[in-house]
């Protein structure tokens, strides 16, 4: 398994334009995009679709890759995650979906293996856990299945402002468990 | 940091994490970003919550992707190189085709045989030598005349510090190196003259093994892929 090191410097690699260590990156970490995006999109083709996509943007972005400081692995993620949101709601504007609710969340747990990772996981659930369920499960819904604030306003059955305030203070909440 | 400072950073970290999970409209965002660029510590306040908020991502399955994303992906990122199938081409052109249309093909796609290693035109034998789940796969062309093994990695590579190695299993024996598979995805091995009458009928393997190769001459690490040789 490729170590946070050899991510980083297949990023930088390609970020010269190596294309050997962008398809070493390809082959390390296309996976866990790959089941990234299905678990937002749940659509395998789409999937698929998207993640050639996720790594085109990789290609062209590899030089700008520490300019917000993320390590390697959250950038590709959030580049992933972003991309598969995007699809969605370009879905969900044409209407050609079943509804939000009818999607299968992802209980698998996969062979993470990463020491530093499972303890990040563990201290986001322990904080996650100080907040009420339906309050954490907003949380999630807008990471994982990209819903917005009317979408979480629909769901909890609250006016849009509402889930707002709702949202915006789980967050500070979350942001002083995870300081802490 | 007075506490004067302190309902300013809340909402800076309430904003980030609102970016963070794509709840900003359209123009909050911009403005976001455009702060971004020029404020080192809502920058970090966004990189604390694209951290923590990937964790979510911890549990969620690794799904291997199909060949043909990566294909595709380099054909549309680099259309410069045309390399992906071509051996799967050939073997079927092969099988169905006279060799003299092959040439045929070969000599109005230049580009096809003017870099790298040139797989052999209508090859007596072929091996799919792939993982059960699809996360390796070479394709072989093996010449008994020639003694010529072509090669050509599909899908999948050595993990980072570690090679592939190549084995010819024939009948009860135990497996014989052919060498480590070179970087590049396609390559030509030589069939060593002793075993050049064996690959037919014989099945390929290939291990995982430390840089180099094996250290005792037998596989030691896994078995990640294998494949049958047959007539082509």
Request: with cysteine; net charge negative.
């Amino acid at each position: 398994m490729a170590t946070r090191d050899d991510i980083e410097r297949y990023i930088l690699r390609a970020a010269q334009g190596d294309r050997a260590a962008f398809k070493s990156l390809y082959d390390a970490t296309s996976a866990k995009l790959l089941g990234v995006a299905l678990r937002v999109l749940n659509d395998r083709a789409e999937a698929e679709d998207v993640l050639q996509d996720i790594y085109v943007k990789v290609w062209h972005n590899a030089a700008r890759y520490n300019v917000n400081g993320l390590s390697p692995m959250t950038w590709l993620i959030t580049i992933a995650r972003n991309s598969a949101v995007d699809r969605l709601r370009k879905r969900h504007r044409s209407g050609t979906t079943e509804a939000l609710d009818e999607r299968i969340a992802d209980g698998g747990a996969g062979p993470e293996a990463q020491a530093a990772a499972a303890s990040e996981r563990r201290r986001l659930d322990a904080c996650m856990a100080e907040l009420t369920v339906d309050r954490a499960e907003a949380v999630r819904r807008a990471y994982l299945d990209g819903e917005t604030y009317a979408d979480l306003a629909a769901r909890f059955e609250v006016p849009l402002n509402t889930m707002r305030t709702w949202l915006r203070r789980s967050l500070l909440k979350l942001r002083e468990c995870l300081s802490r | 940091m007075s506490d004067r400072d302190q309902p300013k950073k809340d909402e800076d970290h309430i904003l980030a994490g609102e970016y963070a999970l794509g709840l900003l409209s359209a123009e909050e965002a911009g403005a976001f970003e455009a702060r971004l660029g020029r404020d080192p510590d809502l920058r970090a306040a966004y990189a604390q919550w694209a951290e923590d908020f990937a964790a979510m991502t911890d549990d969620i399955t690794p799904q291997v992707p199909p060949a043909h994303v990566w294909q595709r992906l380099e054909a549309g990122l680099f259309p410069d190189t045309r390399r992906t199938g071509r051996l799967r081409r050939l073997a079927l052109w092969g099988g169905g085709l006279a060799a003299a249309a092959v040439l045929v093909l070969l000599v109005f796609l230049p580009d096809l045989v003017g870099r790298g290693p040139v797989p052999p035109v209508d090859p007596p034998y072929v091996a799919q030598i792939s993982a059960e789940d699809g996360s390796l796969v070479v394709q072989a062309a093996y010449d008994d005349a020639t003694g010529t093994l072509f090669v050509d990695r599909e899908a999948g590579g050595a993990a980072p510090g570690r090679a592939l190695e190549l084995w010819l299993i024939a009948g009860e024996d135990a497996p014989v190196s052919l060498g480590v598979m070179p970087q590049d995805t396609q390559a030509v091995l030589a069939v060593p003259g002793g075993l050049r009458g064996r690959v037919a009928g014989a099945v390929l393997a290939i291990s995982d093994e430390p840089e180099g190769g094996s250290p005792t001459g037998a596989p030691t690490g896994e078995v990640l892929a294998t494949g049958a040789v047959r007539d082509s």
